[in-house]
């Protein structure tokens, strides 16, 4: 724990220096970058693993559904391009 808080104390203002001059368009684009990547990609995780553990078959064919639209398939794609977030085929 103590070698965690000597990084956080080494890189805080190195961080801080480089951040602090990039415009907040840029700092804003990386937010969304990291929002989309802590919510997308358990949110399908999540999905996916309830449909696979429910009795009903009703909900393996929506998620199948979902996964084989061109809908999903472009937003995959550009989630992939735009923010390297991979999400299990």
């Known amino acids: ?32 970058i990291g929002a989309l990547r802590l919510v997308v ?3 399908m995780v999540a999905l996916t693993a309830f449909a696979k553990e429910t009795e009903t078959p009703k909900d393996d064919e929506v998620l199948a559904k979902i996964e084989t639209s061109k809908a ?13 977030i991979k999400i299990k085929k």
């Open 72 to 84: 999903y398939k472009l937003l995959l794609f550009v989630l992939d391009w735009l923010a390297s």
């Open 41 to 43: 990609k358990p949110l």
């Open 1 to 32: 724990m103590e070698v965690i808080q000597q990084l956080l104390t080494f890189l805080g203002p190195i961080a801080e220096q480089y951040l602090g001059k990039l415009p907040a368009t840029v700092l804003q684009v990386l937010v969304l």
